[in-house]
């Protein structure tokens, strides 16, 4: 853009999009003149002896443009500036303008960056797009409304699925933290906490804390599996009834409800539909994952209070993430340790199972697992073997399950085993069920996206006798509640530390009604021998395992560590999708060519689909009609999911390769309505919402903006450029010296290519 002309093309529309109307001129006006009095002029009135002193002003600047609230009020002044000048320089200029109009914020943009400034109380920041009228109201509403958060009782108790519940002294520390931290301005916060250690119920009852200090009224709760939004929207519901809640899902109409649950995968496609002051509190749980790859932009876009909660120890959380929660020293703010969740009787302990069966030799390759679990799969099981393992298992848990829970009525106790790949978990569900053939098969069950009815099972497995027993891959390993399992059976490798403790962790749950002493881990494949994890010398991570004796000084890299699990590397490297109870195999292409021949040919009529089509064409006041209800996406997802091919939303993320897509997405990918993302877009909705994840001063982040312009047309930065033209005409490498130090230039450009231009694109 050559000129401010140009910019302000851009900014109308931007405005358009955060829902100004630039034809009211009650909402927004342009080039409002901006006046100062002049020296005073007495004067003589006619046919009297008094003096007057004339309004006399003068115009000192015009205001590019000025939002007024409902009833006529000045709320904010933009200034807009040309492509090339960094619009953060004009804070000065503007600020005389909003002070002479009585307008409490200040937006600073040149069509590309926006600069949020609520000057009494911050400085300027990036944000993602302008705020509406409706979110800068609430925000002059709440500043007028707030209380001290130290007129907040913190709760000794509360009421939970109708028990009562005491709030831990951890939980009390945390909240008093997050006060604190709230009280001095800090406006992101992070969380370790071990798994079961009551992470959701924490957060929920903040979340109260600050609505009822006035603090917040639109809260966001982020997560990255359906059983973790049914779960902390169920706490919401049962803590926070008073307050609206629902579950945002992909095809469904957004709710003006106070609190949104969403995941992670919807938000990618969705965050555009909301401003970045939509909400005033963010949570993301499991957050490390968020500030990751294509899924930070869901993160970023909202400039709220961040509040990040993980269990995965801060030695594997990338600085990727301590940088956007602006933690000190490369540690959250707030963090309780396994060993002291054990001490207390927090968390229940563990016992490994002795002398089974150990079916890994030294001899087996890192890679087998990472890119063919099949090939693995092949290579070190078969029939025997997973007959001996559930055997030995099914063998153990009966004789020890009284002791380690004296009020469990019916053996063996809830039981989850962690198989290799669907097709393993089929055959070692259809072995546990021919072990108790008076069940008549309803002893073990399968649970994965490939079955139909995986929620009612999750349900029976939860709350009734059967099945005892759930097998899996992948769907339980993280995030899964059953406070009675007593029994983790490991028929898989796991050489993720990460994952290795959130599986260990399904188990830690204390459950008095059973009485749980402890839980016991069958462990067929020597993880815990890999981590030198043992019931009296707990793996916390803080520690070196067989894994890196050749690396003492610290621990391999995030990204051999796979921080979104072994399922996410499957995504790009596996060549083949894995569907169905029996685990039957295809090639990606082979599957994304029948997915899309079904979807244009034999659901040509379907009315939920028409309902999709017409919701992709129409206009965005009509939008709105054409979503579609939470039923009809589950008949929609129930109708899809069947057994010819098991079309679900797990199977074609990883058939398109796209982890943050969803049902609707695809659907819409089948029918032509919709273009996947070009790399292009990509790299610049992940480059901003790099730039506001490291805070960079203003003339950095125009510099690296200039940068990027050059990576997106070469795919990469390298250093070498910066002194060839186009660059060195611009003086690019003695700039970002000046701004980063030679150091320090080199370690960005290295991050930008690694953050923002190896992406994967389809």
């Not at 906490?193 to 009822?212: A, N, S």
Request: aromatic content about 12%.
């Amino acid at each position: 853009m050559s000129s401010e002309q140009d910019a302000r093309i851009i900014i109308d529309e931007l405005l358009k999009e955060a829902g100004w109307d630039l034809t009211d001129k009650f909402q927004v006006k342009t080039e409002v003149p901006i006046l100062s009095e002049t020296d005073a002029i007495f004067e003589k009135e006619e046919n009297s002896e008094n003096y007057s002193v004339p309004k006399q002003k003068k115009v000192i600047g015009r205001a590019d443009y000025v939002l007024y609230d409902r009833n006529g009020k000045p709320l904010a002044v933009i200034e807009a500036k040309k492509n090339a000048l960094h619009p953060y320089q004009a804070k000065y200029q503007t600020l005389p303008y909003a002070q002479k109009l009585g307008a409490p914020f200040i937006f600073l943009t040149n069509g590309e960056l926006i600069y949020f400034w609520d000057y009494t109380n911050d400085d300027a920041r990036i944000v993602n797009s302008f705020y509406s009228q409706r979110d800068l109201e609430r925000l002059i509403y709440q500043r007028k409304n707030r209380v001290s958060l130290a007129e907040i009782e913190i709760p000794d108790k509360y009421i939970r699925r109708g028990e009562v519940r005491y709030v831990r002294d951890y939980q009390k520390e945390a909240m008093q933290a997050l006060d604190y931290a709230l009280e001095l301005g800090k406006r992101r916060f992070l969380i370790e906490l071990p798994t079961g250690t009551g992470k959701t119920d924490l957060i929920v009852l903040y979340i109260k804390r600050l609505i009822d200090a006035g603090r917040a009224d639109k809260i966001l709760f982020l997560v990255d599996r359906e059983q973790l939004a049914k779960q902390a929207l169920e706490a919401f519901q049962d803590l926070l009834k008073q307050h609206s809640s629902y579950w945002l899902r992909p095809g469904v109409v957004r709710e003006e409800k106070q609190i949104t649950v969403c995941l992670l995968q919807t938000m990618i496609s969705r965050y555009n539909e909301f401003t970045s002051g939509y909400f005033d509190v963010v949570v993301a749980d499991e957050c490390h994952r968020s500030i990751y790859g294509a899924w930070q932009t869901a993160l970023t876009h909202f400039d709220a209070f961040h509040i990040g909660l993980t269990a995965t120890p801060s030695m594997y959380i990338e600085k990727n993430t301590f940088e956007f929660y602006q933690c000190k020293n490369n540690s959250p703010d707030y963090t309780l340790s396994i060993q002291r969740a054990f001490e207390r009787g927090y968390l229940v302990p563990y016992k490994f199972a002795e002398r089974i069966t150990k079916l890994l030799t030294e001899g087996a390759e890192l890679k087998d697992e990472h890119y063919d679990p099949a090939e693995f799969e092949r290579k070190w099981t078969n029939e025997n073997t997973n007959r001996l393992m559930m055997e030995e298992f099914n063998k153990l848990a009966w004789e020890n399950f009284n002791d380690l829970a004296p009020q469990q009525k019916k053996g063996p106790g809830k039981a989850i085993v962690f198989a290799i790949t669907k097709n393993h978990a089929s055959r070692l569900t259809e072995i546990l069920n021919q072990l108790h053939p008076e069940l008549k098969g309803q002893y073990a069950a399968v649970i994965t996206s490939d079955i139909q009815n995986a929620d009612d099972l999750i349900r029976k497995f939860k709350f009734e006798e059967y099945p005892m027993i759930a097998v899996s891959v992948g769907m339980l390993d993280t995030g899964f509640d059953c406070p009675e399992v007593l029994h983790l059976v490991m028929c898989r490798r796991v050489h993720s530390p990460i994952l290795y403790q959130q599986m260990r962790g399904r188990g830690t749950r204390t459950c008095p009604k059973i009485g749980k002493r402890k839980f016991m881990i069958y462990d067929f494949f020597g993880n815990h021998e890999y981590f030198n994890d043992s019931e009296i010398d707990i793996f916390t991570g803080s520690g070196f395992g067989r894994a890196y004796e050749t690396k003492p000084q610290k621990p391999i890299s995030p990204k051999e560590l796979i921080e979104l699990g072994l399922e996410d590397e499957w995504l790009y490297n596996v060549r083949y999708i894995e569907y169905g109870p029996q685990g039957e195999r295809v090639d990606k292409k082979d599957y994304i060519r029948s997915w899309e021949e079904i979807i244009k040919n034999r659901y040509v009529d379907d009315p939920i689909i028409e309902k999709i089509k017409q919701h992709s064409l129409a206009n965005e006041e009509d939008k709105s009609k054409y979503a579609l209800t939470p039923d009809e996406e589950d008949i929609l997802s129930r109708k899809l999911n069947q057994p010819e091919m098991y079309f679900n939303e797990e199977n074609l993320r990883r058939a398109y390769q796209q982890p943050g897509g969803n049902l609707i997405d695809f659907i819409k990918y089948a029918l032509k309505l919709e273009k996947r993302k070009s790399k292009e877009e990509i790299i610049n909705e992940n480059f901003q919402a790099w730039l506001i994840r490291k805070s960079f001063t203003p003339e950095q982040a125009q510099y690296l903006s200039l940068l990027k312009n050059r990576g997106v047309v070469k795919g990469k930065i390298e250093i070498e450029e910066l002194f060839n033209p186009p660059l060195a005409i611009l003086n690019a490498a003695g700039l970002g010296v000046d701004l980063f130090g030679e150091q320090g230039l080199q370690e960005v450009i290295n991050e930008m290519n690694e953050s923002i231009f190896s992406i994967k694109a389809g």
